[in-house]
């Protein structure tokens, strides 16, 4: 199981009246290029209507999930893989957004149903074989799961079981920092989020996406290391900036802005 330290926290009344924010597209445009790929108007379709099977969201609710983009975002994210690919990893969005409103969003109130939460949704990549749990969020993971592995080599497998555990946990710790009306300490909150992004896990399924098998020495190898935190540190800072207005009217300090104005 992951260990993550024990936040050095700093009252959230201590944070500055103003701050002014980058527009961070003015310079990641001039670095990163856009490709799409081709397929996602019928991978976002079909993923669409497998996920509404579920009966997870309804009504306007409903409506607003499937309004975000998520199809669009993950054509972007996954450009060169074929639509077979393509449409399974559209269902593994829509899993990691919705496990995350959960979170985000106060569907799981306590600590210690987060804690359910979390052991459910490892349970079903520990022991895939067994029925689909009554956790819809959870069932909808079961399906993905149990596909992505028929085609996808035992390191990627193995890769993805990994970062969501790794994922599992940080938001886990992240329910507990916010429980307590707190900001870590910059250094504190830059390693716990490359957890709670998830970016770890879309690293693996981009392997899975390429149909690429890459050794754990490879993974694990310093230079990759750095290459996959620096992309993680980049988007997660730049998700953090956006999103920093509506979080912290909600008086949630857990973003980059909170940590660094601390």
Not at 179 to 189: G, R
């Amino acid at each position: 199981m992951p260990e993550f330290p024990t936040p050095q926290l700093v009252a959230s009344a201590t944070l500055p009246d103003q701050l002014y924010l980058p527009d961070v597209s003015a310079y990641t445009s001039k670095v990163f290029g856009l490709k799409i790929n081709p397929h996602h108007h019928q991978a976002e379709w079909e993923s669409y209507e497998w996920y509404d099977s579920y009966g997870i969201h309804s009504g306007s609710r409903r409506q607003k999930f499937f309004d975000a983009g998520f199809g669009l975002m993950t054509a972007l994210c996954y450009p060169d893989c074929d639509f077979a690919h393509l449409r399974v990893v559209t269902d593994f969005v829509l899993w990691l957004f919705s496990f995350d409103d959960l979170t985000d969003a106060g569907g799981l109130d306590s600590i210690q149903g987060m804690k359910r939460a979390v052991d459910v949704t490892m349970n079903v990549l520990r022991d895939p074989t067994t029925p689909p749990p009554k956790f819809n969020v959870a069932a909808i993971l079961h399906s993905y799961f149990n596909r992505m592995r028929q085609d996808a080599s035992p390191a990627t497998t193995r890769h993805f079981v990994d970062a969501v555990d790794f994922y599992t946990q940080a938001v886990f710790q992240q329910k507990v920092n916010r429980s307590t009306d707190t900001t870590p300490s910059i250094e504190e909150y830059i390693q716990l989020r490359r957890d709670t992004s998830a970016m770890k896990i879309a690293w693996a399924v981009l392997e899975y996406s390429l149909d690429m098998d890459l050794p754990d020495e490879v993974v694990n190898h310093p230079i990759v290391k750095e290459l996959a935190d620096a992309g993680n540190d980049i988007l997660t800072w730049a998700n953090d900036i956006y999103s920093f207005p509506i979080e912290f009217a909600r008086g949630d300090t857990h973003n980059f802005v909170c940590s660094y104005g601390a």
